[in-house]
Structures are given as C-alpha cells and as structure tokens.
C-alpha cells in the first residue's frame, strides 16, 4: 500500500511543516493537533484491513522540494512516528514494537521542485 503524505500540515491560517525541528519546537498543543490532523489523513488514504496486519515494512521515500541539503531522518522520523502511532489507533496494527514493524527505511528519492509530498510504502508481511 502506498500513502502520499504532506510535508506540511494546514491548521488555520498557519502551515506547519512535519519535520523533528518544528515538532521540537512547537507548543504540546499545536503537536498533539498536527498528530491527530495527520492521522485523519492517513484514515482517509488507508484501505480498510478485513484482519490487524500481522508485520510490516515501512519504507519511506523522501523528495526534496529544493536543492538545499536536507537531514533525511529529520524528516523522515516524525512521519514514521506519526504514521505508527496512527496504524496502532486506527487498528491496523496491535502495537508499534519490532513485533509488528519488522523494518523502517528512509530513502532520500530525488529533488522535485517544490514537492509537498512524501511518499510512504506499507508491506505486509504474513
């Protein structure tokens, strides 16, 4: 299953990009709001599992929308950290332990001038 998530999320009149240095530096609130706002769209992109997937493989695929170097896990971890608590609160997983997530992979894919996507790749595993 593959996801298209954005690199910034829209709460009001403000957008805030997912990234470690924003989530690190915004007020408990504002998080828990970008979170919840994210895990909407994973709901609203996800298919809906018949069972709990047994493990999965998360690979996500990270384009850069400048030519400005950029930290991959920057980016990368805080939608690994939102799209795994998502899959435990929507049910699609148990729990978000090495049990259930068997790999996670960052790949930095190509510069695409001012992409607003990350691509996230789900792989069950029986």
């Not at 790949?107 to 595993?125: G, R, V």
């Amino acid at each position: 299953m593959k996801l298209e998530m954005p690199l910034a999320i829209q709460l009001g009149k403000k957008k805030y990009s997912i990234s470690l240095n924003t989530y690190r530096n915004l007020h408990y609130q504002i998080n828990n709001k970008l979170k919840k706002t994210y895990k909407e769209i994973v709901e609203s992109k996800i298919w809906k599992a018949k069972e709990k997937l047994s493990w999965v493989w998360l690979t996500f695929y990270y384009h850069n929308p400048t030519k400005r170097k950029s930290d991959l896990d920057n980016v990368c971890w805080i939608h690994c950290k939102f799209l795994q608590d998502a899959l435990v609160e929507l049910w699609y997983i148990e729990d978000d332990n090495y049990d259930y997530i068997q790999q996670i992979r960052y790949i930095y894919w190509w510069y695409i001038k001012n992409c607003e996507t990350i691509d996230i790749l789900i792989t069950e595993f029986f």
